[in-house]
């Protein structure tokens, strides 16, 4: 599968219900260069489990009984910085999904998302980049969100401009940009056109070269 990681990416599950969890673990097992390490079923033993297992990846319900998916982010940046978030949750509301992207969520996805989009997230997650739900796109949160989370203070670009500059930094073409954002090719075309009119670059080198010097990918 494109896009995995040469090295097995650790999984941890949190989330209160047992059968999603064990559920959410069966499906990720049948994919290559993956292994879940372990499924938590409350917030403080996911926490302890992010300890002893040293996940790259949690993936986590934010609905849980408890201290709440923004103070659990919030401890795992304080006990294990370099652990990823990827929220799952049936809750797609705008400032819902902001907060937790604040909180230092990478991705954003509803539980019903399949198996194959979940594993494009963790190993996108995983490579550096961000991953939202296109079902985000389609609610028009998802791009919003993230452009605004994302957006350097003071930046002369709309938020949807921000959002294709980062997809471009991430090596997605035209077609597949439009396809993440839910728009047509000819909109993400426009888009890239004013970009390099506002920054005054021409080629994609130099488009993705900014939007790492503006802290909008984690590419190197």
């Known amino acids: 599968m494109s896009g995995e990681s040469p090295n097995p990416v650790k999984v941890l599950v949190v989330d209160d219900h047992p059968l999603i969890a064990e559920g959410i673990r069966r499906a990720l097992e049948a994919f290559k260069n993956m292994r879940i390490v372990g499924a938590a079923y409350t917030e403080e033993e996911g ?5 002893t297992l040293k996940p790259d990846i949690v993936l986590l319900d934010i609905a849980m009984p408890g201290m709440g998916g923004m103070e659990v982010a919030r ?7 370099k ?3 990827i929220v799952l949750s049936m809750h797609g509301e705008r400032e819902y999904v902001r907060k937790m992207i604040s909180s230092g969520a990478k991705g954003y996805l509803f539980k019903e ?4 989009e979940l594993s494009r997230a963790i190993f996108a997650v995983q490579a550096g980049r961000t991953f939202f739900s296109p079902a ?3 609610a028009s949160a998802g791009e919003d969100v993230r452009g605004r989370i994302q957006a350097p203070r003071g930046s002369k670009l709309t938020a949807r401009e921000t959002d ?11 077609k597949g940009i439009a396809k993440r954002l839910g ?5 993400v075309e426009t888009h890239r056109g004013r970009l390099m009119d506002k920054l005054d670059i021409r080629t994609t080198a130099g488009l993705t070269k900014h939007a790492v010097s503006k802290g909008l990918s984690t590419l190197k």
Do not use: F, H
């Open 164 to 174: 294709v500059l980062s997809l471009i930094a991430e090596g997605l073409s035209n």
């Open 113 to 116: 998302s399949s198996p194959q």
């Open 47 to 51: 926490l302890r489990l992010v300890k």
């Open 83 to 85: 652990v990823k978030i």
């Open 75 to 81: 401890r795992l940046r304080k006990i294990a910085p």
């Open 183 to 187: 728009v047509g090719v000819r909109t």
């Open 136 to 138: 985000l796109s389609a």
